[in-house]
Nanobody, 135 residues
Framework: QVQVVESGGGSVQAGGSLRLSCIATGYTYSNYCMGWFRQAPGKEREGVAVINRGSSSTYYADSVKGRFAISQDNAENTLYLQMNSLTIEDTAMYYC????????????????????????????WGQGTQVTVST
């Protein structure tokens, strides 16, 4: 059974940093993608950063480019999201999700993959971890 579990959320002051972690277990697909999504109160869920596990290609939402970095440790089946220069607008519940994807999926394809998963009906999702940024 596939499972995805996030950790690392918390409270931080604006300008600070946090690192989220996500462990995925039980996957038997030849290739899959993983991504970080977030949902703030009263807002739609949005894709933040996505990585192709096979090629390591990445996609970032414009709102986090240059501040967030997604990475993976294949040996540990762990996904990370390093978040720097946090702002109040980054406050949200952050979710990790995984789903099968083509091995050659690059940035534009990963953006579409992210859009497909935003609805929450596709892929395997973790329970979420709260990130709160204060002034």
């Amino acid at each position: 059974q596939v499972q995805v579990v996030e950790s690392g959320g918390g409270s931080v002051q604006a300008g600070g940093s946090l690192r989220l972690s996500c462990i995925a277990t039980g996957y038997t697909y030849s290739n899959y993608c993983m991504g970080w999504f977030r949902q703030a109160p009263g807002k739609e869920r949005e894709g933040v950063a996505v990585i192709n596990r096979g090629s390591s290609s990445t996609y970032y939402a414009d709102s986090v480019k240059g501040r967030f970095a997604i990475s993976q440790d294949n040996a540990e089946n762990t996904l990370y999201l390093q978040m720097n220069s946090l702002t109040i607008e980054d406050t949200a519940m952050y979710y990790c999700a995984a789903a099968q994807c083509a091995a050659d999926l690059a940035e534009e394809g990963l953006r579409v993959w992210s859009l497909l998963l935003e609805g929450g009906e596709l892929g395997v999702w973790g329970q979420g971890t709260q990130v709160t940024v204060s002034t």
